[in-house]
């Protein structure tokens, strides 16, 4: 006796049916149709997606200014940043101004007034 | 040519189990098969590196979204048979596979937790024949079962399906060592020793029983029926 048992379906199974296919698929889907199905249907993309290195500036302003300043003189400071941010909006400056680099343009101004007054 | 996918929204289905079992034993009947493993894991990929690999048997592995539906449409201008092994999840890949498949086979364990995973397959299915207007014969593979006793949860989940007139494979795959053997060993089931595997003509049994189910699908007219009663389990 066989330690095997036959299969119920037989142990012969035809596949001469079976051949590579010869042409181009008919009526193929488009990967675009397919995609978009996909994702309306709860099937999103899970491809990674590549994004372009991001990095900030650089400026080289990494260290910190700690100062006690009147109120008045921080509401002026900010003021001058505000003013500077809404040029940038606008288009009449390309970048968009940070504090540090105020407080950097404040020096130079105050370095031309020293000469000025040296001169 | 048929293009079969295994499909599930959920990993550790038996996908790739049933996929190799399938493809081995198709090999073994003179013909010429491609696994294309879709799963970025590669874990048909991996057995394959193993020996044994029957020569009339190709993987191809690292496909993307972008190169899945032109691997398919090339392996089935080259071999009988392409089977498509997905990861295990709701994604762009398991679309574009269904577009190319004769077949959408879901492997599914016999718990509700994992019965629901398949129901959303099921139900994307339904909505892309919707789309394209057109039937995509699908069954359910019921996998990791007790060959001797069939659990009441099994026995609901399939009357359920049933009453869905969601088509259930009769076979179901069993949970055999041999199974997972041929990941460790590469090869085929017939190949695997004896004295290192237990009871490998119960598996070799049960993947032929799967297989003339898969084929008896393929050859059915496309307006033929969809369901079919689940079979009493075999014994081991």
């Given at each position: 006796m066989s330690g095997s048992r036959p299969s119920i379906f037989g142990d012969n199974i035809d596949l001469t049916g079976f051949t590579p296919k010869s042409g181009p698929e008919p009526n193929a889907v488009p990967p675009e149709k397919s995609r978009r199905i996909a994702e309306e249907g709860g099937f999103p993309s899970r491809a990674p997606v590549l994004r372009p290195p991001q990095s900030s500036p650089k400026?080289?302003?990494?260290?910190?200014?700690?100062?006690?300043?009147?109120?008045?003189?921080?509401?002026?400071?900010?003021?001058?940043v505000a003013a500077e941010q809404a040029r940038f909006e606008v288009g009449e400056i390309t970048h968009r101004v940070t504090l540090g680099e105020i407080v950097e343009r404040a020096l130079q101004a105050l370095e031309r007034e020293m000469k000025g007054q040296g001169a | 040519m048929a293009t079969i996918s295994f499909a599930s929204s959920k990993g550790g289905a038996g996908k790739s189990t049933s996929a190799v079992l399938l493809a081995t034993d198709l090999a073994q009947h003179d013909t010429t098969v491609t696994i294309i493993d879709a799963d970025p894991n590669q874990p048909v990929l991996r057995w394959s590196k193993k020996?044994?690999?029957?020569?009339n048997l190709t993987v191809i592995g690292g496909v993307t979204e972008e190169t899945l539906i032109d691997a398919i449409d090339d392996a089935a201008r080259k071999t009988a048979f392409v089977i498509v092994d997905l990861e295990g999840t709701a994604s762009v890949m398991v679309a574009h596979a269904m577009t190319r498949?004769?077949?959408?086979?879901?492997?599914?364990?016999?718990?509700?937790?994992?019965?629901?995973?398949?129901?959303?397959?099921?139900?994307?299915?339904?909505?892309?024949?919707?789309?394209?207007?057109?039937?995509?014969?699908?069954?359910?593979?019921?996998?990791?079962?007790?060959?001797?006793?069939?659990?009441?949860?099994?026995?609901?989940?399939?009357?359920?399906?049933?009453?869905?007139?969601?088509?259930?494979l009769?076979?179901?795959?069993?949970?055999?060592?041999?199974?997972?053997?041929?990941?460790?060993?590469?090869?085929?089931?017939?190949a695997l020793k004896q004295d290192l595997v237990g009871n490998i003509p119960a598996a070799i049994r049960n993947t032929r029983d799967f297989?003339?189910?898969?084929?008896?699908?393929?050859?059915?007219?496309?307006?033929?029926?969809?369901?079919?009663?689940?079979?009493?389990?075999?014994?081991?």
């Open positions: 400026t080289g302003r990494t260290v910190l200014l700690n100062a006690r300043i009147t109120q008045r003189a921080h509401d002026r400071f900010h003021e001058i | 020996p044994g690999k029957p020569q498949s004769d077949l959408v086979l879901i492997p599914t364990k016999g718990s509700e937790l994992d019965a629901i995973e398949a129901v959303k397959v099921i139900q994307f299915i339904a909505r892309q024949e919707r789309a394209y207007n057109r039937k995509i014969p699908f069954a359910v593979l019921f996998t990791q079962t007790n060959p001797a006793v069939r659990p009441r949860t099994l026995k609901s989940l399939e009357a359920d399906m049933l009453k869905q007139r969601i088509p259930v009769g076979t179901a795959l069993h949970e055999r060592d041999a199974y997972r053997a041929l990941f460790s060993f590469g090869g085929t089931l017939p297989t003339a189910e898969v084929v008896a699908m393929l050859t059915r007219p496309a307006d033929g029926p969809r369901t079919q009663p689940a079979r009493e389990p075999e014994m081991a």
